[in-house]
C-alpha cells in the first residue's frame, strides 16, 4: 500500500511524458473566446473631450500707458545710485526727455508686435485721467467682444495705494492724479488682460478683485430692487473674464540693480531671450563658459521666428521649456485657458515664467491672477541652462572665425526621454513630462518621422493618452501635416488619425473641410501600402462617412465606393470588415451613394462576404446590406428588385452560426421591414388570421396520457439559478405565440435564393424561453403564437394554409424573422419579437374596425391547443389580463427572472387552477392571441401610447462601435496571453500542470488494472430525472443534465454547486452535453432535440452561469421519425427509450462529438445528415448524408485518421471518412446489430477498433478497414445506457431492470451493482444515463428516481 502512494507522488513516473502532455495543452486551439464571446458588443463609453476651445479668442487691441514723466522721481521712491536705468532697452537720460519717452513707446510697441503683429496698438505717453478714459473706451468699442490688453508702466509716479488706485498726471504735469481700479474695469470691459509693471503691483490685484466682488454685490441688489439706481443702468460686465500679471507683490519694490533693466518685468514679458541670457551671464556659473560677454550676447546672429539660426533655435527651446512646464503644472483647465485659447496671453503667461525665475533671484515676487503654482524650480529650467550653455560656448568661434553653428541636442534628448517613458512604464503613472515638447518637434523636419512614431507609440497606451495628447493641443499639428506629401509619413499618420477618430469622432467635420479626407483615400486606393494601414485608412474613412452627409458627399466625389469594393476580397480580415462597414455607412441614408453602389453591383459583390470565414466580416456585410436596403428614398421598380434579390440572399444566413451574424441580420431585415411597411402587414394579418383558425398538437402534447412526471416532493424543488442572458428577455415564454410561419422556407445553405421553396423549413427551430413570469402584454404576438405558426408546417399542407402568395418575398422574409424570433441566443429572438410585434401591431391597429368581436369572448377565449390532460386552465376571476397602457415596452419593464432564493417550480407539472401559475410556460396560454373585446379596442384606440414603436429606423446591434473599440485599445501591446508575467498566463499553466498530474496520476492506476468497479464514492438527489451526465476531465465537478435545466456537482466533497435552467422550450429536452476547452477555461455546450446548441460560462462558480453563444446545429429535426429495424427488437428499443422519457417517442434527439484538436463539432440525431460545425469560423463546414432512414444515435470521431463512427437507429454502424466527397465519404456500413445502436465508440489510437452496442446487449468489435466483426460479447438485455472508459478498457452496461454491469475487455463481469450504499441497500432506479469520467476509473450513474451516483474502483487502488 505505501508503495503505490509513493508511485502516485513520485515525480519519476513518467516524466518525460508529462513535459509532452503539457506541450500539448499549449498548442491545443481554444474555442469560443474571441473577443465577441468575451465582451458586450457595444461600443466604449465616449470620454467627454474637453480639449476643443468652446470660445477662441484674440487679443485685437492694446493700450500701452507709459507714466515715466522722465527725469523726475517721484516722491514715494528712494532710488540707489547706480540705479537700474533701462526702458525698454532705452536710457531715457541718452536724449532729451519729450523724445526718450516717445522711442520707448515705439519700442514697447515692437516687442509688442513681436508676439501679435496684426492687434491696434494705442500709446498713451504720460496720459491724463481724461485721456485713459478715451483710449479704453474705443479700444472696447472697437474690440466688441474680443480681448483688449492693457499696459501700465508707473515708474515716474507714486505707488499705487491701498484704496485701489493708479496715479496719472493733470495736464500741466504739476500734480500726480489717482484713477480709480473701479473706473478703468468699467471702461476696459471684460474680456482684458491688464500688466503693471510698478513697485508695490500686488496692491492693484487686490483692489481689482474687491471691485470686481463690489460690482457682482451691487448688480444682486439691483436685480432685486428695480428702484435702484443701478437697475437702469446698461450691465457693467463681468469681471471674471480678466487676466492680470504684475510685476511683484503688494509689499515690494521693483529691483534696483544697475546691471538690470528698470522695466525688468516688461523685458521679461516682451523680451525673454535678450533678458533670459543677460541674466545668465550675470550668474556665477557663466564664468565656465569663457569668452562670453555682455557685448557679445548682443551680436547672436540670427532671427527670432528662424528656428535654423542660434537666435531662433534657443527661443524655439524656451517655448517648448515653458509650454511643458506648465503644461505639467497646471490643472487642465487653467492651462487650455491661459496657454491655449488666445496666442498673445499664451506667449506672456509663457514668458511670465521667466519673469517669475529671474526676479525671485531679485527678491521679487511677480503676482498672476489666476494665480499659478510655483515654478522657479522645475527641473527643466535646468535644461534651458544647459541649452543656453552649448549655444554661448560656441559663440566667440562664430563671430570671430565664422564656424557654422552645431544644433542643440535638446530636441533629440527630449524624445529619448519620451522613448524611456514608453518603454519603461508600468500601466498606471503620471503621464510624461515631454508630452509638449513632441508636439513642438513636430515642427522641425529632421525630428519629425521619429516624434511621429513616438507619438503613436504614446497613444496607443489607450483613449486617455488619445485625450491627453488632444488637450496639449496635437491636433492643429496633425491636421497640417496631412497636407504633406512625404510618402514614409504616411503609416504614421494614418495610425495616428485611427486612434484620434477611434476617441473623439466628431474630428470627422475638420477632416472634411481641410480635404484630409482625400489623404486617407489615397493610402486606401494605394495598393503598395500594408494591409493594416489600409484597414486604419478605411477605418478613418468610414468615421468621416458616419452619419455625416457633408463627409459621404465628399467621399463620394472621392472615389470611395469603387475603392472599396476593390478591396472586398483583399486576404487580411479586419480589412474586408471595415471595408464592409465604410460601404453600410457611406450609403445609409444617403441615396446618391447607393446609386453609384448600384451601378457597381455592390450588393452583389458584397454577397461573398456573406460566407466568409471570419464571423466579424460575415456580421459587416450584413450590415451593409441591410442599410443599402434600408435607404428611405422613393423606390422605382428597379430598387424594388434588387431590395429584394438583396432580401433572399440575407435570409441564408439564417442558420449562421454565431449569433452577432443573425443579429445583424434582424436588424437588416428591419430595415427592410420598415421600407415595404404595408406589404408585410399584409402578410402579418394573414398569418395571424390563419394561426386563430388553426390549432397545432405540439410535440409534446402527443404522448400518451401518463407522461407527466411525478410532482416532486418539496425538498427536492431546486433552487434555480438566475441567469444573466435571461435578464434582459421578454416575458417568459409568453415568448411563445407568434408562429405559423417559417413553415416553407426551404434553408438549403448552400442553394441560392432559387432554394426557398415551400415545404421544408426547420420544423421546430428552438425556441428561446426565459425564466417565467406572467404574461407581458405589451407583446401582441407571444411566443406561442411565434411558435405555433413556425410550426404548423409539420402538420398541414401548407398551400392551403395561407393565402399569401407563396413566391411573395414578404412572406419569405416573413418566416425568415418568425425563425429568428425562436432563436436560442436570447438577443437575437428579442430584435426580431421586437420587429415582428412593431409589424403585428400596425397590423392590427389598421384593421381594427372591420374586427370587433362580441363581447360575450371577451371573459374566456377557446382554448389555443389541448394540453397534455386536457385541463384549461382558466384565469382566476374570469376577466383576461389587460392590456398594460403604460408606454413602457420590452424594454423598461423587463420581469425579472427568479433569484437563487426563490424555490422554483418547473414544468411539467400541472399548477393548481385559479391563479397564474410561476412559469407561464408550463402550459399552453389559453387566452388566443388578438382576443381582445371591443373595451379594449376602444382603449387602445384612445390610448396610442398604449403601445410603444418596437423597431424604429434606428434598431442597431452596436457592432460598428464595439469594432470601432479595436482602434481605440492598445493595438501594439502584448497581449495578456502571451506574457509570460501575466496572471493570466500563471493560472493557464498551473491549470496545465493539474491536468498534467490528473493524466499520470490515472494512467499509474489504469495501467495496473481495475479488478472492481463498485465503491460508491458519491451519490444525491438531483434535482431532475438525469438524463445525460458529463464528468469534467480535469477538475471534480460533474454536470448532470435533466429535461431543461443542469445541476452541477463536486463529486469529492458532494455538494452542489450550481443549477440553472439551460433555456429550451417546454417541448424539448437536453440530449446531450460536452465540455469544450476542459484542458483549460473549461464551457459547457448543450444540445437540445429541436437542433439548438448553447454554450455556457462562468458555471460551477461564483459568478452566474452566462450564455456565450448559442445558434441552431440542425435545422431540420424530424422529432418523430426513426428508424425502423426489420427485427422484433424493435419494440424493444422503443419500450426501452420510452421508459426513458416518454416524450422521446424513440427519437435520438441530438447527438454531438467534440474534436478539440481542431474545433470542429460533429452533429446529428433525428436527421438523414452528420453536419460538421468550424466553431473558430463559426459556420457549417459539411454535411455528410448518412444514407440511412433512421436516426443516428451515437457519433465518434478520429481527428487523426479524419474518421466519424455513426450508430443508428436501424442497428447500422456507419463509417465516415470527411477528406472525402458528399457521395463517396461512407467508406463502411456494418449491418450485424439488429437493433438500435446505444453507443458507437472509435478509440483514438492509429489503429483503434469501433465498439458498438445495441439495445440487444450484443456489444460488436470491428476493425475499420474490415468488413466483419473481430469479437462479439453478449451483456445484459434492455440495455438504456452504456459507457466505455477510454484509457481502462472497461465498458459499463445499464439497465432498464436496474442493474448495472461493469465488464472487462475480456467480456468478463467485475462488478454488478443493483443497490445504493447507506440506503438501507434501497435498489436503485432504472438506469437514464451512464458515463465513465475520461481518466480515473469513476463512473457516473443517472437513474429515473432521481438519483445521481459514482461508482470507482477500490479504495486500495486510489
Not at 485701489?164 to 488682460?193: A, C, H, R
Not at 507609440?457 to 492643429?476: K, Q, Y
Not at 486617407?520 to 458616419?546: C, G, K, Q
Not at 477510454?1286 to 475480456?1306: D, H, K, R, T, W
Request: neutral net charge.
Amino acid at each position: 500500500m505505501k508503495m503505490d502512494s509513493d508511485l502516485l507522488h513520485s515525480p519519476a513516473v513518467g516524466l518525460a511524458e508529462e513535459e509532452e502532455a503539457d506541450m500539448n495543452d499549449w498548442k491545443l486551439p481554444l474555442a469560443f473566446m474571441k473577443k465577441r464571446h468575451s465582451e458586450k458588443i457595444e461600443g466604449c463609453k465616449a470620454l467627454a473631450q474637453s480639449w476643443r476651445m468652446k470660445d477662441r479668442m484674440k487679443t485685437v487691441s492694446v493700450a500701452l500707458v507709459l507714466c515715466l514723466n522722465v527725469g523726475v522721481d517721484p516722491p514715494d521712491v528712494v532710488k540707489t545710485s547706480p540705479c537700474a536705468r533701462l526702458e525698454c532697452w532705452i536710457d531715457p537720460l541718452s536724449m532729451s526727455p519729450q523724445k526718450a519717452l516717445e522711442t520707448i513707446g515705439a519700442n514697447l510697441q515692437k516687442q509688442y508686435e513681436n508676439w501679435q503683429p496684426r492687434a491696434r496698438y494705442k500709446q498713451s505717453l504720460d496720459p491724463t485721467v481724461d485721456e485713459v478714459k478715451k483710449l479704453c473706451t474705443s479700444l472696447r468699442r472697437n474690440a466688441k467682444e474680443e480681448r483688449v490688453l492693457f499696459h501700465y508702466n508707473g515708474h515716474g509716479v507714486p505707488r499705487p495705494t491701498v484704496n485701489g488706485e493708479i496715479w496719472v498726471f493733470n495736464k500741466n504735469y504739476t500734480q500726480y492724479i489717482p484713477l480709480s481700479i473701479y473706473d478703468l474695469q468699467t471702461w476696459m470691459g471684460s474680456p482684458s488682460i491688464f500688466v503693471y509693471d510698478c513697485s508695490n503691483a500686488g496692491i492693484i490685484v487686490k483692489s481689482f478683485k474687491q471691485f470686481a466682488l463690489q460690482r457682482e454685490q451691487e448688480l444682486e441688489v439691483a436685480a432685486i430692487n428695480p428702484s435702484h439706481p443701478l437697475a437702469q443702468m446698461p450691465l457693467p460686465p463681468s469681471m471674471k473674464n480678466c487676466i492680470q500679471l504684475a510685476a511683484c507683490e503688494a509689499s515690494e519694490l521693483l529691483p534696483m540693480n544697475p546691471d538690470l533693466p528698470a522695466d525688468l518685468f516688461t523685458s521679461c514679458l516682451t523680451t525673454p531671450i535678450k533678458i533670459a541670457l543677460r541674466w545668465f551671464c550675470m550668474q556665477k556659473s557663466a564664468k565656465l563658459v569663457p569668452g562670453v560677454t555682455l557685448d557679445l550676447i548682443e551680436k547672436i546672429p540670427g532671427r527670432l521666428n528662424d528656428r535654423r539660426t542660434p537666435l531662433g533655435e534657443l527661443n524655439w527651446i524656451f517655448t517648448a521649456i515653458t509650454d511643458t512646464i506648465a503644461w505639467n503644472v497646471l490643472p487642465r483647465d487653467l492651462f487650455q485657458k491661459l496657454f491655449r485659447q488666445d496666442l498673445l496671453v499664451a506667449s506672456l503667461f509663457r514668458n511670465f515664467l521667466l519673469a517669475e525665475r529671474i526676479m525671485r533671484s531679485y527678491n521679487c515676487t511677480p503676482v498672476s491672477s489666476p494665480r499659478l503654482p510655483p515654478t522657479y524650480m522645475h527641473a527643466m529650467w535646468q535644461a534651458w541652462d544647459l541649452a543656453v550653455d552649448i549655444c554661448l560656448s560656441q559663440l566667440p568661434t562664430i563671430i570671430e572665425e565664422g564656424t557654422a553653428f552645431r544644433h542643440s541636442p535638446f530636441f533629440a534628448e527630449q524624445l529619448t526621454a519620451f522613448q524611456v517613458w514608453l518603454t519603461m512604464g508600468v500601466e498606471n503613472r503620471n503621464p510624461p513630462e515631454q508630452l509638449p515638447i513632441v508636439l513642438q518637434v513636430l515642427l522641425s523636419q529632421v525630428h519629425r518621422l521619429r516624434a511621429l512614431d513616438l507619438l503613436g507609440r504614446f497613444l496607443d497606451l489607450g483613449p486617455w493618452a488619445v485625450s491627453l495628447a488632444l488637450s496639449v493641443g496635437i491636433f492643429p499639428y496633425v491636421l497640417k501635416l496631412l497636407q504633406s506629401s512625404a510618402r514614409e509619413l504616411r503609416p504614421l499618420l494614418v495610425f495616428i488619425w485611427a486612434k484620434i477618430l477611434a476617441v473623439d469622432s466628431s474630428c470627422q467635420a475638420d477632416l472634411v473641410k481641410d480635404n484630409g479626407h482625400k489623404y486617407f483615400l489615397s493610402v486606401l486606393a494605394d495598393s503598395y501600402m500594408p494591409a493594416e494601414h489600409r484597414t486604419m485608412a478605411v477605418f478613418i474613412l468610414a468615421v468621416i462617412v458616419n452619419s455625416y452627409n457633408t463627409g459621404q458627399e465628399a467621399c463620394l466625389q472621392g472615389n470611395l465606393i469603387a475603392n472599396c469594393l476593390e478591396q472586398l476580397s483583399d486576404p487580411h480580415p479586419l480589412l474586408r470588415q471595415w471595408v464592409a462597414i465604410c460601404l453600410g455607412r457611406i450609403w445609409q441614408n444617403f441615396d446618391p451613394a447607393r446609386w453609384c453602389g448600384v451601378r457597381d453591383s455592390a450588393h452583389e459583390k458584397l454577397y461573398t462576404l456573406l460566407s466568409d470565414p471570419i464571423p466579424e466580416v460575415r456580421c459587416a456585410a450584413v450590415f451593409a446590406l441591410g442599410t443599402f436596403v434600408g435607404n428611405s428614398a422613393e423606390r422605382t421598380d428597379h430598387s424594388t428588385t434588387i431590395d429584394h434579390n438583396v432580401a433572399m440572399m440575407l435570409a441564408q444566413l439564417i442558420n449562421d452560426g454565431s449569433p452577432v451574424v443573425r443579429k445583424e441580420l434582424v436588424v437588416a431585415l428591419s430595415h427592410l421591414v420598415v421600407q415595404y411597411e404595408s406589404n408585410f402587414c399584409t402578410v402579418a394579418l394573414q398569418f395571424i388570421e390563419e394561426e386563430k383558425n388553426y390549432t397545432v398538437p405540439s410535440p409534446a402534447n402527443t404522448a400518451e396520457p401518463g407522461n407527466l412526471t411525478p410532482v416532486r416532493d418539496s425538498p427536492a424543488i431546486p433552487r434555480l439559478r438566475s441567469v444573466n442572458s435571461y435578464t434582459n428577455i421578454r416575458a417568459a415564454t409568453t415568448a411563445r405565440n407568434l408562429n405559423k410561419s417559417l413553415q416553407n422556407l426551404n434553408l438549403n445553405e448552400e442553394g441560392g435564393p432559387a432554394a426557398f421553396s415551400p415545404g421544408n423549413l426547420s420544423t421546430s427551430s428552438s425556441a428561446s424561453s426565459t425564466l417565467g413570469s406572467p404574461d407581458n402584454d405589451e407583446y401582441i404576438l407571444s411566443f406561442e403564437t411565434i411558435d405555433k405558426m413556425r410550426r404548423v408546417s409539420s402538420y398541414s399542407s401548407l398551400n392551403s394554409l395561407i393565402g399569401v402568395s407563396f413566391n411573395s418575398v414578404y412572406t419569405q422574409i416573413w418566416r425568415v424573422l418568425l425563425h429568428l424570433a425562436a432563436d436560442p441566443f436570447p438577443e437575437v429572438s428579442d430584435l426580431a419579437m421586437k420587429v415582428l410585434n412593431s409589424i403585428a401591431y400596425k397590423a392590427t391597429m389598421n384593421a381594427r374596425p372591420q374586427r370587433i368581436l362580441d363581447s360575450g369572448s371577451l371573459t374566456q377565449s377557446a382554448p389555443a391547443s389541448p394540453t397534455s390532460k386536457g385541463t384549461h386552465i382558466h384565469q382566476a376571476g374570469g376577466s383576461p389580463p389587460m392590456p398594460s397602457t403604460s408606454s413602457s415596452s420590452l424594454t423598461n419593464e423587463v420581469p425579472k427572472p427568479p433569484t437563487r432564493e426563490q424555490p422554483v417550480t418547473r414544468p411539467p407539472y400541472t399548477p393548481t387552477l385559479g391563479g397564474q401559475a410561476p412559469h407561464s410556460h408550463q402550459f399552453p396560454r389559453t387566452r388566443k392571441m388578438f382576443d381582445k373585446g371591443p373595451e379594449q379596442a376602444a382603449e387602445d384606440g384612445d390610448e396610442p401610447g398604449g403601445h410603444r414603436n418596437y423597431i424604429s429606423p434606428a434598431l442597431q446591434t452596436g457592432l460598428c462601435d464595439w469594432s470601432a473599440k479595436y482602434f481605440a485599445q492598445p493595438v501594439m501591446k502584448i497581449p495578456e496571453e502571451h506574457d509570460l508575467e501575466s496572471q493570466v498566463r500563471m493560472e493557464r499553466q498551473w491549470r496545465f500542470l493539474r491536468n498534467t498530474r490528473v493524466r499520470r496520476q490515472s494512467r499509474c492506476i489504469t495501467q495496473r488494472g481495475v479488478s472492481r468497479l463498485d465503491d460508491q464514492i458519491f451519490i444525491n438527489r438531483n434535482p431532475g430525472v438525469p438524463s445525460v451526465v458529463k464528468f469534467h476531465p480535469f477538475n471534480t465537478c460533474i454536470a448532470v443534465a435533466d429535461k431543461d435545466s443542469i445541476c452541477f456537482w463536486d463529486w469529492e466533497k458532494g455538494e452542489r454547486l450550481d443549477y440553472f435552467y439551460n433555456g429550451n422550450p417546454r417541448y424539448t429536452r437536453i440530449t446531450s452535453m460536452e465540455y469544450l476547452n476542459g484542458h483549460d477555461c473549461s464551457l459547457l455546450l448543450t444540445a437540445t432535440d429541436d437542433g439548438a446548441l448553447r454554450i455556457w460560462k462562468n458555471f460551477a462558480d461564483q459568478k452566474n452561469p452566462e450564455m456565450v453563444t448559442a445558434w441552431q446545429g440542425l435545422s431540420d429535426m424530424l422529432p418523430t421519425t426513426r428508424g425502423q429495424p426489420t427485427t422484433s427488437a424493435h419494440s424493444l428499443a422503443r419500450r426501452v427509450s420510452i421508459y426513458l422519457d416518454r416524450s422521446k417517442q424513440g427519437g435520438a434527439g441530438m447527438v454531438v462529438d467534440w474534436e478539440q484538436e481542431t474545433g470542429l463539432l460533429m452533429t446529428s440525431g433525428d436527421v438523414r445528415v452528420i453536419r460538421i460545425w468550424d466553431t473558430d469560423r463559426e459556420m457549417k463546414v459539411q454535411d455528410i448524408p448518412t444514407g440511412a432512414d433512421s436516426c443516428v444515435t451515437s457519433l465518434s470521431c478520429d481527428s487523426q485518421r479524419s474518421l466519424i463512427v455513426a450508430g443508428l437507429g436501424d442497428g447500422s454502424v456507419r463509417v465516415f471518412d470527411r477528406r472525402m466527397g458528399p457521395n463517396e465519404c461512407r467508406v463502411m456500413t456494418y449491418r450485424e446489430h439488429g437493433a438500435w445502436v446505444v453507443k458507437a465508440h472509435l478509440q483514438k489510437e492509429t489503429d483503434g477498433h469501433i465498439i458498438s452496442v445495441s439495445v440487444n446487449g450484443d456489444v460488436r468489435f470491428f476493425e475499420p478497414r474490415t468488413p466483419d466483426s473481430i469479437n462479439v460479447l453478449q451483456t445484459v438485455k434492455g440495455l438504456t445506457a452504456l459507457d466505455i472508459h477510454p484509457q481502462a478498457n472497461l465498458f459499463a452496461c445499464g439497465s432498464m431492470n436496474q442493474f448495472i454491469a461493469v465488464y472487462n475487455a475480456n467480456g468478463d463481469v467485475i462488478s454488478n451493482i443493483k443497490y445504493y450504499d447507506g440506503f438501507m441497500g434501497q435498489r436503485i432506479g432504472a438506469i437514464s444515463c451512464l458515463t465513465f469520467h475520461p481518466y480515473w476509473p469513476h463512473l457516473a450513474v443517472g437513474s429515473n428516481d432521481y438519483y445521481m451516483s459514482i461508482y470507482s474502483a477500490e479504495k486500495r487502488l486510489r
